[in-house]
């Protein structure tokens, strides 16, 4: 009877080649247009244990048309039966007004883990995180699993870009890290900043602000990038303007510049 049991705590919870329903149990409200939905595994004791850096695909039914989009989970992957993710909604955002709807008991499509990076312990000595808007899901990931193994001693810089202080995503948890792990640090960006901010940068970033915020190009460091179309373009120019070697949206795990 144990070993059965064991069997069935180490399944997968999700399946990664078909979208299963899960019902959507909580919803949390964190600023004028992002929530944190929480959705029920099978059972209680479900994990997700999903690799670091990899995501879930959610699909969902706009108008008739089957829209996908991937979502890295910010619950830890030792939860036991529920995962959470982030959604921010954008106004032009098919996927993300139709969370907004959602209230709990709905079901929604999810398949997974999906992903190209799977994060190893001191892959580099050193990880430079550009991300935009919900972009920074991700990263946390990476970041959490640095910071809850001590045998990890890569140091990391975080440069996060939002439109306003509003749009900052869980922005304690991050000035928390900074405060308990030397080794990160932080720059945040805001594109429409209040009259007195003086925690960061007015501002997009840009290759000037690269220029100044990255080492040299050097082998030990990797450059991690999630947001935005737009911001990732940019960003893969920029770096390779400055001399790191070229990126492409559907990175490798081995890339140097990778592409979430």
């Known amino acids: 009877r144990y070993h059965i049991l064991r069997g069935k705590?180490?399944?997968?919870?999700?399946?990664?080649?078909?979208?299963?329903?899960?019902?959507l149990i909580d919803k949390t409200v964190i600023s004028k247009n992002t929530a944190i939905y929480r959705f029920k595994l099978d059972h209680d004791y479900d994990q997700?244990?999903?690799?670091?850096?990899?995501?879930?695909?959610?699909?969902?039914?706009?108008?008739?048309?089957?829209?996908?989009?991937y979502y890295t989970p910010i619950s830890n992957q030792f939860d036991e039966g529920f995962f959470d993710i982030i959604v921010k909604s954008y106004k032009d955002g098919t996927v993300s007004k139709y969370f907004a709807t959602l209230n709990p008991g709905a079901k929604v499509l999810f398949k997974g883990p999906v992903g190209r990076m799977s994060y190893k312990s001191n892959m580099a000595d050193r990880i430079v995180m550009i991300a935009g808007g919900s972009g920074i899901t991700p990263m946390l990931a990476v970041l959490g699993s640095i910071i809850t193994s001590p045998e990890d001693k890569t140091t990391v810089k975080l440069l996060f870009a939002n439109e306003t202080e509003n749009d900052?995503?869980?922005?304690?948890?991050?000035?928390?890290?900074?405060?308990?792990?030397?080794?990160?640090?932080?720059?945040?960006?805001?594109?429409?900043?209040?009259?007195?901010?003086?925690?960061?940068?007015?501002?997009?970033?840009?290759?000037?602000?690269?220029?100044?915020?990255?080492?040299?190009?050097?082998?030990?460091?990797?450059?991690?990038?999630?947001?935005?179309?737009?911001?990732?373009?940019?960003?893969?120019?920029?770096?390779?303007?400055?001399?790191?070697?070229?990126?492409?949206?559907?990175?490798?795990?081995?890339?140097?510049?990778?592409?979430?």
């Open 168 to 260: 900052i995503l869980l922005r304690e948890e991050l000035d928390e890290y900074v405060k308990e792990y030397p080794g990160f640090d932080l720059r945040y960006f805001l594109n429409h900043p209040p009259a007195a901010w003086n925690d960061g940068y007015k501002g997009i970033i840009t290759e000037e602000v690269l220029k100044k915020e990255l080492p040299s190009p050097n082998a030990n460091t990797k450059i991690f990038i999630c947001g935005p179309m737009d911001m990732k373009k940019q960003m893969l120019e920029a770096l390779e303007n400055l001399g790191w070697p070229k990126g492409t949206l559907q990175s490798k795990q081995d890339d140097q510049v990778f592409c979430f």
């Open 48 to 69: 997700l244990r999903i690799p670091v850096g990899h995501h879930l695909a959610c699909k969902v039914n706009v108008g008739g048309k089957d829209e996908i989009r």
């Open 9 to 23: 705590t180490q399944r997968p919870a999700l399946s990664s080649s078909k979208f299963q329903e899960y019902e």
